[in-house]
């Protein structure tokens, strides 16, 4: 009966919207209540909880001070620079109110703009509920980002401050930050009146701009002790921009409200994530990207959690470092992605055993899709269950998972991302006759509008761009397109296939990379894959497959043999890889997705374009050499 218990309240917060979503709204205070639950008078435009007033700064901390003043609500490690420091609710509560009146003290206010540019510290976060203490709108720029990147975000949100720090550090490397602001900024045609630094004494050639360029420790040592009162903000109103990664011309906003978004977190922290207040949930990802918004700082703030902020690679100092934090905090929630665990994988099962781990009740894993082969040994090494999910920084919140009401003693399928989440209503659609398709068959995952709460409300200063962006894709049907190829299969479960541009078309047969990457990972001597398709002249495209190798594996022409015999046999004698590549790394963006179009290009011969996103560009060279030397 647990999947009946998961359909009833999957299909209530459908059929009864308006009462599944009132309940939901309980979780979180409102200093005004709201005058209903949905306005949706401007397809495909969604307000919800319109008229109510509420605050995420105080939903997420002040809330709290009177029954959990005490708790630890925030634990920083620094794996880098080997720091670890802990705030409770109420020392979380002084360091935000002094970050706040620093803020006002610079004349930033409700609907004012703020760009965050910085390394994972406790001062990030602090200024991410800052911001929104006051009613000003945060737009958090991955840290390390190139200037020309970071200039044309400052030039789209026109912030009126910017906050940064003096360096940060990865895998041992200074990356100098203030420099990078100094360069954006004078790229840009909207330079923000106010620089405040975060200095962490890294840079020690650190150069402040007299009259524009501020030191927090100053600020901070003014206003600490000041506490400064919440703005009320309308549930519509936006807390935040955050840009996608890969944008070309033009970056492109992904604008937040306030009200959908504090109801929509609280109660995933509950329905997805099965979580409980005054437990601890480490996310090992940056507060750049959406999961460290919602996972590393609103969503366990929200509901009464303890949350790991965590700074530096899952490897350094060694393997371990991870494990040793989820012993040392009695971590009960893990999120992390797919790419840091295959990192892992290839350490082998040692580290991991030489730590208690046994608080991790689960380990949840997003970001691209999930091989079947990783989920399985990171399951069986940890012993705990490894449950999927999937969702996009358009979302804010999963669309897709195994954890659900209902579907507590499901069996976790490894390869599925669960299935469809509360409040969404989905659809796989044929990407050419705009109709939708039954099970088994693969296609668009679309979900019908109205959106629910959480999920963006536009494009920041452009709604013809949310609409033509995301509702153009399947006219007159009210769908907003994920770009994403999906399959449903009978049980309802589904699984995501790739992005739709990754897709390889060979004498007319369509592979999804996928599929190919799955099969490739199976081989016990695999611990990472890509597969793209080249330009061939007689097929559309051939399948080259790059390949990193498990430590004690050695490339040879009878590994290649039998890396595409096993492809052939699991997708099919069409799949099997014309080469295989074997490579030290792959290229991935510093969101950890693999840099597709930059392996394709570089086996084309072509510029592979815009690199910014990359992690390490010595990946791309290292695919480049294998090219040279077949060629």
């Known amino acids: 009966m647990s999947l009946e218990k998961y359909r009833a309240f999957h299909r209530r917060s459908l059929e009864d919207r308006d009462g599944f979503w009132a309940e939901q709204a309980r979780l979180v205070d409102w200093h005004t209540e709201f005058e209903r639950v949905l306005d949706y008078s401007r397809p495909p435009f969604a307000r919800w909880f319109p008229g109510g007033e509420t605050n995420l700064c105080h939903n997420a901390v002040d809330r709290h001070l009177e029954a959990r003043g005490d708790q630890k609500a925030l634990v920083y490690v620094s794996s880098e620079t080997g720091e670890e420091k802990s705030f409770t609710y109420r020392e979380l509560h002084a360091e935000v109110n002094a970050f706040a009146a620093s ?19 406790p001062e990030a976060i602090f200024a991410m509920l800052a911001c929104v203490r006051i009613g000003a709108i945060h737009s958090v720029v991955f840290g390390g980002f190139a200037a020309e990147n970071l200039a044309r975000r400052i030039d789209d949100a026109r912030p009126k401050a910017l906050i940064t720090s003096d360096a940060g550090m990865r895998g041992g490397n200074v990356i100098r930050y203030k420099p990078l602001v100094d360069q954006a900024l004078g790229m840009t045609e909207h330079p923000p009146g106010h620089v405040v630094v975060c200095n962490r004494h890294i840079d020690e050639n650190l150069n402040l701009e007299e009259g524009r360029d501020l ?10 002790g000041e506490e400064v009162p919440v703005e009320w903000l309308e549930s519509s109103e936006p807390s935040y921009i955050l840009y996608t990664s890969g944008t070309t011309g033009t970056p492109k906003g992904v604008q937040r409200d306030t009200g959908g978004y504090a109801v929509a977190l609280a109660a995933s922290m509950r329905h997805v994530f099965a979580t409980n207040p005054g437990e601890t949930m480490f996310t090992a990802s940056d507060i750049g990207w959406v999961v460290g918004h919602s996972y590393i700082v609103y969503g366990p703030l929200l509901y009464g959690l303890t949350t790991i902020v965590y700074e530096g690679l899952p490897v350094r100092p060694d393997p371990g470092i991870w494990w040793n934090i989820v012993e040392e905090h009695g971590v009960q929630t893990m999120f992390t ?12 099962t040692s580290y991991m055993e030489e730590h208690d781990t046994s608080s991790l009740r689960n380990l949840f894993l997003a970001g691209e899709p999930l091989d079947e082969p990783t989920a399985r040994w990171i399951s069986g090494a940890l012993g705990v269950s490894v449950r999927d999910n999937y969702w996009q920084t358009e979302t804010g919140w999963p669309i897709l998972s195994a954890m659900l009401p209902g579907l507590e003693d499901e069996p976790v399928v490894p390869g599925s991302a669960g299935f469809p989440c509360y409040g969404y209503d989905l659809r796989v659609m044929h990407e050419v006759s705009g109709e939708e398709v039954g099970p088994g068959e693969r296609g668009i995952l679309a979900i019908k509008a109205p959106l629910p709460p959480g999920c963006m409300s536009t494009v920041w200063g452009d709604d013809e761009r949310f609409v033509s962006t995301y509702f153009s894709s399947f006219p007159d049907k009210e769908l907003y397109s994920t770009f994403d190829w999906a399959m449903r299969a009978e049980d309802g479960r589904y699984y995501m296939m790739g992005r739709s541009d990754d897709v390889i078309n060979v004498a ?3 592979l999804g990379t996928r599929e190919i990457e799955e099969a490739l990972s199976a081989h016990p001597a695999v611990a990472e894959a890509a597969a793209v398709g080249v330009a061939d002249e007689y097929r559309g495209q051939a399948i080259f497959a790059y390949v990193v190798l498990k430590e004690d594996a050695e490339p040879s022409p009878g590994l290649e043999s039998s890396i595409k015999q096993l492809v052939a046999e699991k997708v099919g004698p069409v799949a099997r890889p014309q080469r295989v590549h074997f490579v030290g790394a792959l290229p991935k963006t510093r969101s950890g997705k693999l840099l597709r179009r930059g392996i394709q290009a570089v086996a084309e011969s072509r510029d592979p374009g815009d690199l910014s996103t990359l992690e390490d560009p010595s990946a791309l060279e290292g695919i480049r050499a294998t090219e040279q030397e077949r060629a």
């Open 103 to 121: 803020l006002r003290e610079l004349g930033v206010g409700r609907g004012d703009r703020v760009v965050v540019y910085m390394p994972m510290m």
């Open 215 to 224: 030191d927090y420790a100053a600020l901070r040592e003014k206003h600490f």
């Open 337 to 348: 992605s797919p790419t840091a665990i295959r990192a892992l994988r290839k350490q082998g």
């Open 508 to 510: 007319g047969h369509r």
